[in-house]
């Protein structure tokens, strides 16, 4: 067999990187736009060649003004696992290490077999090259054509009173339901979503909601449509017989506010092991639209 060569693009080498077509039909980034918006870079960009063709590619995403690390976001492999662990452990030597790595598939890809089929070489080359799987998550999204009810959620809700509020509700909420973008939000800003909420949902749109019974809190949520989409970014309820009404009571005034803000859409990120919110959101109207794979370095 013939070797290979691993290496980062040059200026003026883009069209390297779409030289390898798409292996899953998925919404989202392109190269292109991903290097007009500055968060890819030909030096963050790696090609595997073999033969003068492209048979693995890897592009690392750092937006502009980032006080974090770049995060793998594309890998593709048409080659073996082992070709592809060795593009990425090139890459991580000059890189300065293994960083995370966030593939994106469609919802329902397990059930796939043309999916599995087409991403199990990447995810095994990534586990050979010191990356750790650590979960899935599910995007799903809401259009103002799908169908919801909301009808059943009794809790009253009203916004939150001020920032102390919110804080300590934060601090209460041990694991929050929905964390919508906190891959972004750890890499751009260095902030955990889950316990640094306020820093990170700011701008138009952005609302924050608070769900009671009389003096008794049972949840919040926060809204923030200035973000690639309308969303609903961060979601937690207290533990309680009342926690599911109050989870729907909290998207439904999430749902009036982004739309009466002119949202089209509204997403959402959830664990995918996490039924009852997924149950929730999808009673909402919210549909799976995409997974995103977790993985991290090992020993991180």
């Not at 009203?158 to 890499?187: Q, W």
Request: proline share 9%; aromatic share 6%.
């Amino acid at each position: 067999m013939s070797s290979v060569i691993f290496r980062p693009l040059v200026d003026g080498e883009e069209q390297l990187f779409d030289s390898l077509p798409d292996p899953l039909p998925l919404r989202q980034i392109s190269y292109a736009e991903g290097l007009a918006g500055g968060g890819f870079h030909p030096s963050r960009t790696w090609v595997a060649v073999r033969d003068g063709r492209v048979v693995g590619r890897a592009a690392w995403v750092l937006p502009p003004g980032a006080v974090g690390g770049p995060w793998l976001e594309r890998f593709d492999l048409i080659d073996t696992p082992r070709v592809g662990a060795s593009l990425l452990s090139a890459a991580h030597e000059a890189l300065g290490g293994p960083r995370p790595y966030y593939p994106a598939l469609p919802a329902g890809w397990h059930t796939s077999p043309s999916v599995v089929s087409a991403i199990a070489p990447a995810l095994v080359a990534a586990e050979s090259a010191g990356l750790v799987p650590h979960g899935e998550r599910l995007r799903l999204r809401w259009t103002p054509g799908a169908a919801d009810d909301r009808s059943a959620a009794d809790p009253s809700v009203r916004p939150a009173s001020g920032p102390a509020e919110i804080d300590e509700l934060v601090d209460r909420i041990v694991v929050p339901d929905v964390l919508t973008g906190s891959e972004t939000a750890r890499a751009v800003a260095a902030l955990d979503l889950a316990r640094q909420p306020r820093p990170w949902l700011t701008g138009e749109a952005t609302a924050w909601h608070v769900a009671h019974d009389g003096d008794e809190l049972l949840g919040l949520l926060g809204t923030a449509g200035q973000a690639c989409w309308p969303m609903l970014g961060y979601l937690g309820v207290l533990p309680g017989p009342r926690s599911t009404t109050a989870r729907a009571a909290l998207i439904g005034a999430a749902l009036t506010v982004l739309v009466a803000a002119g949202a089209e859409e509204v997403v959402a990120d959830a664990d995918a092991d996490r039924s009852d919110v997924l149950a929730d959101l999808k009673r909402a109207g919210f549909r799976p639209v995409r997974a995103r794979l977790t993985f991290e370095p090992a020993g991180a």
